[in-house]
Structures are given as C-alpha cells and as structure tokens.
C-alpha cells in the first residue's frame, strides 16, 4: 500500500488505511486516491454511485491465498467464491492469477464463460439446482458438481450421458460465531446431508457408471473471524470417510471497521492446514472457497452527497442507499466511510449517513465521523467489494452502479451503469 500521510489532527486516517484498499494514498490537496487515481477523478469521469476495485491490491490477495495454501499442501486449489463479486472481469483476473471458481446458478455459470473461465475449473453450488442449470452445466464441460441432496442425484441419473466429477456436501455440525443469516454449518443448515445420510448417498454415487465421487464439501459460513472454527470443520469433515478430495470451504472474514480484527490469510492457512495434516490423508487434495476475504478490502464506493441535514442527529444523505448495499440491511454489517475530497481536514461531526431509499433502514452508517458534510462533497465507503453489487437492486427505481477497475494511474470500465432504457426492457411486454 502506498504510505498515506501522517494522520492531520482530529482525523483517523491512521486506522483507515487498515480498512482502505491496500493500494490508497492522499493527494496533497488531501483528496483520496486509489491506484495512483484520485477519486475526484474517477467521479467526474464515470459518475456515482460507483464501485472502485484497486486491481493491484486485488492481485496481490489473491497470490497470498494460492501461493501460500500451495506451500503448506502442494495438493491444493484455491476456488473463488464468486458470489462474492460475479462480474466478468473479476472471473478473467481470478483465472489469470490462479484460481479455480465455484458459481452458484445458471447466471453465475454464464458469467464466467464469457470471461473465458475453463470449463473445467469450474465448480457448481447450490442447495436447489434446476434440471435446466444442470443441463447448462454438463453441456458445457464443467469440471466438479457439487451434489447437495438426493433430490439432485435423480436429476443427475437422469441427465448424466457420460462421466461426470461429483463432490458431497455435507453438514459439519459447526455453529460458526457470525450473523446468523451468514452461517452455514449448522445441524439446521439447508445446505447439504447430514453425516449419518451422507453415507448413503456416497454409496449411490459410487454405484452409478457415470458419477465420478471424488470426495466431500462443507462450508461453515462468512465473515468468521475464529481460525479454530475452521480447524474444527476440518476435524469435523474427517468423519465422512477417506476420499480423494476434501473442499472445506470459505468464510474467513475481513476488517470492516476500526475497532475489528480480523485473521491474516497466513493465519487462516496455517489453521486449516494444521488441522489437515492431524485428520486427513496426507495424499488428499485440499480445497478452500474464499470469497469476501479476497475482494472486499479491495472495493470502496464512491457517492456524491445530496443534503445535509441538522435537524437533532445530523443526515448526511448521498446519491445511493440500500439498492448498492444491501448487507447493511440485511446483517447490519458495520462499515466506515469518510468525506473522500477533503480527507485533511479535522473530522467534527458525528452524523447519521444516510441513503435515498424510502426506508428509515437505509442507514448506512450509524455515526461516522466527518469534517462539516456540505453538498457535493464525495463520500468513500471503505471495504465495498465484496457482495455490494451482488446484492444491488431497483429498489425506487435505482439504477445498479459502474464498476471500474484501477491499477497503476490508470482505471478501466469492467461494469458500465445500468440505464433507464435497460430498467424499462424488462416492462416491454406491458407497455404502451
């Protein structure tokens, strides 16, 4: 990361690299920049709302997961969890760079074929795949099925004309410390079979001429900050037998504000493969899913400020809300934003951040700290990349954000902004 200056009186700015995309630094003028480009910049060119990834800083994270899970266990492949941010120009750079890439329905699967994804590094997941997404899959060459239910091995007897690589998800029995709409493991969890019927449906596999089973799944959940729960999914899947594969999943979460802490990747490996080497065959190929972990420090969004009002708290309302991030709505996931063009000046204001939404809920952070907002200012929220534009919507009629890419002073469209006109071809059958 370049070095940001010293932090100006009243400013944090010292903890805010910590939640900043690596690559940020502070123009003279006190404007913030990301990828040797200032924000001001990026604003005028493409507009707002719009969702800025640091390339570099991306890249580099990137290379920490697949160079040092290869280290610890040759036998290894990092997949990328792409719900996390399923945009082509995310696949192209996480094939470029090393990793496999799991999807999650027929759109996903769409997605990364454009972005030139070998088939055979792709991995499908899903607790409710349709017979046409399936078919979608095979006919594409995809590499690994993840089967989550029985329901799903009919459909795979049926359509199945020739050998086809399978994995089991299976239910852990882990509890993960996180929001509970994130958490994934549990004895409740809709995802996967429970151990005592994983058996059963490994059996059926194996008997099938074209199911190739090649080993078992889990995932414990998102944004888990406990190494241990990791090792202990780890313990946990050793139960389902000795398999060639074990894919134990994602979820290690990241530093969204100030006051958290969140593992360093070289902790979360080091946990993960400890516990491998003590509970599963040392032939065996490992697998991990990171998502969030890999792209979330690396986005921000970038909003202009519509109104400031003073009226008891004070509402510093932008041009965005829930429609481009949603998780705050959702998890009351914390974030940190900053007035982005006027980052040297002393923060004196704890105001109420709110969005255009009709909602009293779009509230997207409750007490950030700011120099007197005024309209016109640019607002940064820190740590956007994972699941914002995932999870954007139409909600009042918003239109889904820009995506750019910046590296080395240069900054790239990989995303262009929804318009009316595509907001309408939906409706085409209705109007006049």
Request: charge should be negative; glycine fraction near 8%.
């Given at each position: 990361?370049?070095?940001?200056?010293?932090?100006?009186?009243?400013?944090?700015?010292?903890?805010?690299?910590?939640?900043?995309?690596?690559?940020?630094?502070?123009?003279?003028?006190?404007?913030?920049?990301?990828?040797g480009v200032p924000v001001t910049t990026l604003a005028e060119r493409y507009g707002t709302p719009l969702h800025v990834i640091d390339e570099t800083g991306l890249r580099?994270?990137?290379?920490?997961?697949?160079?040092?899970?290869?280290?610890?266990?040759?036998?290894?492949?990092?997949?990328?969890?792409?719900?996390?941010?399923?945009?082509?120009?995310?696949y192209r750079v996480a094939q470029e760079e090393g990793m496999s890439v799991d999807i999650a329905g027929g759109g996903e699967l769409r997605l990364a074929l454009a972005a030139g994804v070998a088939p055979e590094r792709l991995h499908f997941h899903g607790n409710a795949k349709t017979d046409a997404e399936l078919q979608m899959a095979l006919d594409a060459g995809i590499g690994t099925i993840i089967v989550d239910n029985c329901d799903e091995l009919d459909r795979l007897e049926r359509l199945l004309t020739r050998p086809q690589k399978l994995l089991l998800r299976v239910i852990p029995g882990v509890d993960a410390d996180t929001h509970a709409s994130?958490?994934?493991?549990?004895?409740?969890?809709?995802?996967?079979?429970p151990m005592r019927q994983a058996h059963a449906a490994i059996?059926?596999?194996?008997?099938?001429?074209?199911?190739?089973?090649?080993?078992?799944?889990?995932?414990i959940g998102s944004q888990i900050l406990n190494t241990r729960q990791f090792a202990e999914a780890v313990e946990k899947i050793s139960s389902a037998g000795?398999?060639?594969?074990?894919?134990?999943?994602?979820?290690?979460?990241?530093?969204?504000?100030?006051?958290?802490?969140?593992?360093?990747?070289?902790a979360y490996l080091d946990?993960?493969?400890?516990?491998?080497?003590?509970?599963?065959?040392?032939?065996?190929?490992?697998?991990?899913?990171?998502?969030?972990?890999?792209?979330?420090?690396?986005?921000?969004?970038?909003?202009?400020?519509?109104?400031?009002?003073?009226?008891g708290d004070v509402f510093v309302a932008v041009d965005g809300g829930m429609a481009d991030q949603l998780d705050v709505a959702l998890t009351h996931q914390r974030y940190e934003a900053v007035i982005a063009d006027r980052?040297?000046?002393?923060?004196?204001?704890?105001?109420?951040?709110?969005?255009?939404?009709?909602?009293?809920?779009?509230?997207?952070?409750?007490?950030?700290?700011?120099?007197?907002?005024?309209?016109?200012?640019?607002?940064?929220?820190?740590?956007?990349?994972?699941?914002?534009?995932t999870m954007a919507n139409n909600y009042n009629g918003a239109l889904k954000p820009a995506i750019v890419f910046v590296r080395e002073g240069e900054a790239r469209l990989v995303a262009r902004r929804e318009t009316y006109d595509d907001l309408l071809a939906l409706h085409a059958p209705a109007a006049l």
């Amino acid at each position: 990361m370049h070095t940001m200056p010293p932090a100006p009186q009243d400013t944090r700015l010292s903890e805010l690299r910590e939640v900043l995309p690596e690559e940020s630094s502070v123009t003279a003028d006190g404007v913030l920049s990301i990828g040797g480009v200032p924000v001001t910049t990026l604003a005028e060119r493409y507009g707002t709302p719009l969702h800025v990834i640091d390339e570099t800083g991306l890249r580099r994270q990137i290379r920490r997961f697949v160079d040092g899970l290869q280290r610890r266990w040759p036998n290894a492949e990092v997949l990328f969890a792409s719900k996390s941010l399923p945009v082509v120009g995310m696949y192209r750079v996480a094939q470029e760079e090393g990793m496999s890439v799991d999807i999650a329905g027929g759109g996903e699967l769409r997605l990364a074929l454009a972005a030139g994804v070998a088939p055979e590094r792709l991995h499908f997941h899903g607790n409710a795949k349709t017979d046409a997404e399936l078919q979608m899959a095979l006919d594409a060459g995809i590499g690994t099925i993840i089967v989550d239910n029985c329901d799903e091995l009919d459909r795979l007897e049926r359509l199945l004309t020739r050998p086809q690589k399978l994995l089991l998800r299976v239910i852990p029995g882990v509890d993960a410390d996180t929001h509970a709409s994130q958490a994934t493991g549990g004895e409740r969890s809709k995802f996967g079979l429970p151990m005592r019927q994983a058996h059963a449906a490994i059996e059926r596999m194996r008997a099938h001429p074209f199911m190739e089973f090649e080993g078992v799944h889990l995932h414990i959940g998102s944004q888990i900050l406990n190494t241990r729960q990791f090792a202990e999914a780890v313990e946990k899947i050793s139960s389902a037998g000795t398999f060639d594969t074990y894919d134990v999943g994602g979820g290690l979460g990241v530093k969204y504000t100030y006051d958290e802490e969140a593992p360093s990747v070289e902790a979360y490996l080091d946990a993960i493969v400890a516990a491998a080497r003590d509970h599963l065959p040392a032939s065996a190929r490992l697998m991990i899913e990171p998502g969030r972990s890999v792209v979330a420090r690396a986005g921000i969004t970038l909003y202009r400020v519509i109104s400031v009002k003073r009226t008891g708290d004070v509402f510093v309302a932008v041009d965005g809300g829930m429609a481009d991030q949603l998780d705050v709505a959702l998890t009351h996931q914390r974030y940190e934003a900053v007035i982005a063009d006027r980052l040297d000046e002393a923060w004196t204001e704890r105001v109420q951040l709110v969005g255009r939404q009709c909602e009293s809920g779009d509230l997207l952070v409750d007490g950030a700290d700011f120099p007197a907002a005024r309209v016109g200012d640019l607002v940064a929220m820190a740590t956007t990349g994972a699941y914002a534009y995932t999870m954007a919507n139409n909600y009042n009629g918003a239109l889904k954000p820009a995506i750019v890419f910046v590296r080395e002073g240069e900054a790239r469209l990989v995303a262009r902004r929804e318009t009316y006109d595509d907001l309408l071809a939906l409706h085409a059958p209705a109007a006049l």
